[in-house]
């Protein structure tokens, strides 16, 4: 099934100053900074505060989109901050903007931060927000380094939150309809019981999709290299004697986020032995609550091929797969290339769901090799079908300045609702520190 697109609009939404503290605007790439409600488009956006030093020199701002252009909404100034903010829509037209602020003295370079949500309403955008505190089980010790994920259930106006402590766990803050929020528990990242040293195997930029208060949890291994031989290879080419590896996606869920611990851990790909690279892309949850995961994968680490895999073919490839109460049921490559051919190398995946339920994937492509003058990225889609044999049938999405790495998307997993319309922001080619935003309209099916 082919999939025809237009594209409306390649605009600038807001550029800043990069603040050197490890993070930017397109951070919290599990989870989306873009929504949209009806025909207004909104973008989180994150500003350096240059008389401030890093780690909590940022705050937030919220932009939103009309038939009239960009204009700036709001800008935080009631607390400092070093992250994006990931934004929630729900179906009563209130639109939450996620905050980790401070409680650092000014000069402190990290410390405690206090997590809180900004309540708007789409209906009265002049209006100011309302700040709403968030209620965990226990004390948690929460610092500006927050990874954190929100996700938003828009038929059922609720809310999952969820934020880093430390290499073990995640805390969790549910916003119920009845009750408001409450303490959800903690999320307990699998153990690596088989490295060197054993270690909690912390999970970062998930994709997290919530439905009826069901979770459904899709993330990546997030370590420091943990293979002393590789190690010290990338040492000897790099210079940094750490080098975080991204290896494992693991996958859990629990049917109702109030009352029922997530399940053991899935481990749906794992590149470890060969030292390669996966990226969950992400994640959807279909009437029959069945998930669909989409991630990208590079088989072999280039850098150190001839040394430990000598002959090892590198294969780069976006993978696709269905999961049904904790078991894979379907299992698909989309997308693949080797190292050494001519041609396009898959980037990254990520979901579209039109009014119809259709499913989409929207993905990158960069070319091979990457010669001189040849385009940076091109941005492809696809309609999935339910039967594994029919290949996809890719399109072109003929941008003007196709937006290259990280991309984020208005989502459902956001409270988006689905649509004909794929709005994406990303970094801008053509500008630096930067972020745009596209609209696509899907014609035909």
């Known amino acids: 099934m082919k999939v025809k697109t237009r594209v409306e609009a390649e605009e600038t939404v807001f550029a800043y100053t990069p603040a050197d503290n490890g993070a930017g605007p397109l951070w919290c790439h599990g989870s989306t900074i873009v929504a949209r409600q009806g025909d207004a488009v909104y973008v989180a956006g994150l500003e350096t505060l240059p008389e401030h030093k890093p780690l909590h020199n940022c705050r937030w701002t919220l932009f939103r989109r009309t038939d009239a252009g960009w204009e700036l909404m709001h800008r935080d100034t009631t607390g400092r901050t070093r992250e994006p903010s990931p934004l929630a829509l729900l179906g009563n037209g209130a639109l939450l903007v996620s905050a980790n602020p401070t409680r650092t003295e000014l000069g402190a370079y990290s410390g405690p ?12 955008p002049a209006a100011p927000p309302r700040r709403e505190s968030l209620s965990w089980s226990g004390a948690p010790a929460f610092t500006e380094h927050s990874y954190r994920t929100v996700t938003a259930d828009r038929d059922h106006n609720e809310v999952l939150y969820m934020q880093n402590v430390g290499y073990d766990v995640a805390h969790m803050a549910f916003l ?8 959800a528990g903690t999320l307990q990242w699998p153990w690596g019981a088989a490295y060197p040293e054993p270690q909690w195997l912390r999970l970062c930029y998930p994709n997290v999709i919530l439905r009826d208060r069901a979770a459904h949890f899709f993330g990546v291994g997030d370590i420091v290299e943990p293979v002393a031989e590789w190690r010290q290879a990338k040492f000897e080419l790099t210079g940094r004697d750490w080098d975080y590896v991204f290896r494992r996606l693991f996958y859990a869920y629990t049917p109702d986020i109030r009352t029922t611990p997530f399940t053991p851990w899935v481990d749906i ?10 990226r969950n892309g992400d994640i959807y949850l279909d009437e029959a609550r069945r998930a669909h995961l989409v991630w990208s994968a590079t088989s072999v680490d280039a850098r150190l091929r001839d040394r430990f895999f000598p002959g090892q073919l590198i ?24 190292a050494d051919e001519d041609g396009w190398r898959p980037q990254l995946g990520r979901f579209h769901v039109l009014e119809d339920g259709t499913l989409l994937v929207v993905a990158t492509f960069a070319p091979q090799p990457d010669a001189p003058g040849s385009p940076r990225v091109t941005y492809r889609v696809a309609a999935l079908s339910e039967a594994a ?22 989502t459902v997993r956001g409270g988006s609702a689905p649509s004909p319309w794929i709005d ?18 899907v014609e035909a099916s």
């Open 113 to 124: 931060a206090e997590p809180a949500v900004f309540r708007f309403a789409t209906d009265d």
């Open 176 to 183: 119920d309809r009845r009750e408001g929020w409450r303490g």
């Open 269 to 278: 790909a794992d590149l470890d032995a060969t030292a390669g690279a996966l």
């Open 315 to 338: 294969v780069h490839s976006l993978e696709y797969a269905v999961v049904d109460q904790g078991r894979v049921v379907d299992r698909r490559t989309l997308a693949r290339i080797d």
């Open 389 to 410: 044999s029919q290949p996809l049938e890719w399109s072109d999405i003929r941008f003007a300045q196709p937006m290259a790495g990280t991309f984020l998307t208005a």
């Open 424 to 441: 994406l922001v990303g970094m801008r080619p053509d500008a630096a520190h930067t972020v745009g935003y596209a609209r696509v309209r």
